[in-house]
């Protein structure tokens, strides 16, 4: 059974065009979940990670930073399409600071670096097969980014979904598309080997490069991290933030015991038994940004030694189907992490930095405090928090879709003095809106408005 689903599946990606270095990751992958494996990594095994060089602590010679910077380039994952928000486009086109998006941000944050170090920075996106038609059109207004010799993409892998039952791919005519998945960001490595992305970045003299997620704006290149980690001479570096209690849930770093290697484990590698240990903030402090740093040549030398193959640990993401019924036939995805990556490198490393370089946009709740007066852009287009971002919580039967959510919050209120937002029922905000502490609107069982230059506090409108 196994190994017919096996066979059929590399069939399926062989048909389909999907790359060979691409279908060895999957079949690696594949026997190991039919072996049962499932990446768990249990609390006994590790120990916390302790004792983090600081970002605000390093003392990086600038002319060693220019150096490092101008060795550099930046990736970006794009693959990602938004459904959560009820998007079926790259959520990089997401609207998040005035009229500029995501993407728009992104190369005008690379352009600022480009002009204020002389480095030349090329900006290169992994996008998957739904997100690059839309982004390539969208780049078109930022025609300096282009380096010459460089792609501006690259095109993330794809691969089957599998029943639960027998593990054979599956079969869902009445949208096949929704029979494949992304191989998770993990799949990182194996797209630039196999779309040659790597060796023009290596022609092209690059050395190191700068990875993170589209959603995350705080990921601007920095040199003095750049300087600092080819000082290191480490193949590969994460960046880490303290944990909050909002953190509680996400992945973290720890120390294996069998071999003192730092491993990254992620929510979905964590046993129910280990749940509160593995939630415990001042047991484990340290959560993945995933911001990352590669050594190219190093990256380069172990595709090579392993035929493209990386031993990345495997996670197993139990779904059905069509994300959108959970009656839909039951599947396994076979999925990877990018900071995994951390346990295959002799001498990796990680460096902690602030809540500033982690901004991710996850949820509407998310994107409505990146929209708001909590944060201002500067003239290198980073943004910057004037306070501490308030907790905000939309009602989801009327805020999760970025359609329902923008019908209803055209302009974002101010969030600058408040420590909180709530928001129950269906409820339009107008324009001049200001919360002060913490605001709360109950629903009030009919559509309600928040009228223009009022103001929302512990007791709702006034």
């Known amino acids: 059974m196994s190994a017919d689903g096996r066979a059929r599946a590399r069939t399926k990606m062989q048909e389909a065009g999907v790359a060979q270095t ?32 600081r970002l605000v602590d390093l003392d990086v010679d600038p002319e060693a930073a220019r150096d490092a910077l101008a060795a550099t380039a930046v990736i970006k994952l794009n693959g990602g399409l938004g459904t959560s928000m009820g998007m079926d486009r790259a959520k990089s086109l997401l609207r998040v600071r005035g009229e500029q998006t995501f993407l728009d941000v992104i190369a ?33 207004a930022h025609p300096d980014l282009a380096v010459d010799g460089l792609p501006l993409d690259f095109l993330q892998n794809r691969e089957p979904k ?64 750049a300087g600092w980690f080819a000082a290191t001479g480490a193949p590969f570096a994460a960046e880490v933030a303290r944990r909050t209690p909002a953190d509680r849930k996400g992945g973290h770093l720890v120390v294996r015991r ?13 046993l129910p038994e280990d749940a509160d240990a593995a939630a415990d903030i001042s047991t484990h402090p340290f959560f993945n940004t995933n911001n990352l740093w590669l050594d190219l040549r190093a990256l380069a030398a172990e595709l090579e030694r392993t035929a493209g193959v990386l031993d990345l640990p495997l996670i197993r993401n139990d779904k059905t189907v069509d994300p959108t019924d959970a ?30 370089r982690f901004l991710p946009v996850k949820t509407t709740n998310d994107l409505l405090v ?93």
């Not at 002389?118 to 969208?138: E, H, I, K, Q, W």
């Not at 194996?190 to 997620?213: E, K, M, P, Q, W």
């Not at 039951?330 to 902690?352: C, H, K, N, R």
């Open 22 to 53: 691409a279908i060895d990751v999957f079949a690696r992958f594949y026997d190991l979940l039919e072996s049962g494996e499932t990446g768990a990594i249990p609390e006994s095994d590790v120990e916390p990670l302790r004792d983090v060089p």
């Open 162 to 225: 599998l029943r639960a039952d027998d593990l054979t791919p599956v079969d869902w005519p009445a949208d096949p598309d929704l029979e494949w998945c992304p191989p998770g960001h993990g799949d990182l490595y194996t797209a630039l080997h196999a779309s040659g992305t790597l060796g023009r970045l290596l022609d092209a003299g690059f050395r190191y490069a700068t990875v993170s997620n589209s959603d995350n704006l705080g990921a601007a290149p920095q040199a003095r991290i």
């Open 370 to 462: 990146l929209r708001s007066d909590v944060y201002r852009s500067t003239e290198d287009h980073l943004l910057v928090a004037q306070v501490d971002a308030p907790l905000v919580d939309l009602d989801p039967g009327y805020y999760k879709t970025i359609g329902a959510f923008d019908r209803r919050v055209p302009v974002a209120p101010s969030l600058a003095a408040a420590t909180a937002l709530r928001v129950r029922g269906d409820w339009t905000f107008e324009e001049d809106v200001v919360v002060v502490g913490e605001g709360v609107l109950s629903d009030q069982g009919a559509p309600s408005r928040v009228p223009a230059g009022s103001s929302v506090g512990p007791h709702g409108i006034s």
């Open 258 to 270: 069998a071999d003192g290697r730092i491993v990254l484990r992620e929510t979905a590698q964590t």
């Open 108 to 140: 005008q944050q690379v352009l600022a670096a480009r002009a204020a170090t002389g480095a030349r920075l090329p900006l290169v996106l992994m996008n998957s097969f739904r997100t690059r038609d839309d982004t390539l059109a969208a780049l078109a």
């Open 327 to 356: 009656s839909s036939t039951p599947v396994v995805q076979i999925e990877s992490a990018m900071g995994a990556a951390i346990e295959v490198f002799d001498g990796a490393t990680v460096l902690e930095v602030d809540r500033s």
